[in-house]
């Protein structure tokens, strides 16, 4: 009898088991502002609590989950969220560049870039001339990304584009360089500064 007892407590056991394990895996744990969050905010964390989801849950795919949250720290919150609010995955966006600056693209041909050699992270200038005087418009700024010559991320083949950040007043100098004509774009990496101009 003893060990039909022992028999019985080690299925139950494991059906136990089983049924735990299947409600772990039929839920997904996702993001809720844990108090409200103002749009333009740092997202971090402890901004949100994790609720359990019914995996099967039609709008699964457009919430915030758990392993989404923690590759998203530090991403910008793109729209007020109230306390208690499920946090939605569009809702936290990449910043388009670090410490609050901004993206701009430089479309340039190679031989006006460093012949092609500039690359993310890298440090550049921007020359522009005018009524045949040179002067920088931009000096000792980062590079976020640079075209894919093969033509794969910046549109035709042949395309080259360097994007920078900038704060809004180098934005503005910029535009006002490209559309007076060409510049010259020069990799400035480990240069020392150049005088009288600024650059984050």
């Given at each position: ?5 022992i028999?019985l ?8 088991n ?9 839920t ?6 844990d108090?409200?969050?103002?749009q333009?905010?740092v ?5 949100a609590r ?5 995996a099967?849950?039609?709008g699964i795919d ?8 923690s590759?998203?720290?530090g ?14 995955a ?8 670090p ?6 693209s ?5 031989e ?11 440090r550049v200038?921007?020359?522009?001339v ?10 000792d700024?980062?590079v976020?990304?640079?075209?894919d010559?093969?033509g794969d991320a910046f549109g ?13 007043e ?7 360089a ?7 774009l020069?990799r ?13």
């Amino acid at each position: 009898m003893s060990h039909i007892l022992i028999g019985l407590a080690a299925i139950l056991a494991f059906v136990l088991n089983l049924v735990v394990l299947q409600d772990q895996s039929s839920t997904v744990l996702v993001a809720v502002a844990d108090g409200p969050i103002a749009q333009g905010t740092v997202f971090n964390l402890e901004d949100a609590r994790f609720v359990p989801v019914a995996a099967d849950f039609a709008g699964i795919d457009s919430l915030l989950t758990q392993s989404e949250a923690s590759s998203s720290e530090g991403w910008i919150v793109d729209r007020p969220i109230s306390e208690g609010s499920v946090i939605d995955a569009a809702a936290v966006v990449e910043p388009g560049a670090p410490s609050g600056l901004r993206s701009m693209s430089i479309p340039v041909n190679l031989e006006h870039a460093a012949g092609g050699a500039v690359r993310s992270g890298d440090r550049v200038d921007v020359i522009a001339v005018s009524d045949g005087r040179a002067s920088y418009v931009i000096s000792d700024v980062g590079v976020i990304a640079v075209a894919d010559l093969n033509g794969d991320a910046f549109g035709a083949i042949g395309d080259y584009y360097v994007v920078v950040a900038v704060d809004a007043e180098q934005a503005l100098a910029l535009a006002e360089a490209m559309a007076s004509g060409a510049v010259e774009l020069v990799r400035s990496t480990g240069a020392p500064p150049v005088g009288n101009s600024n650059g984050p």
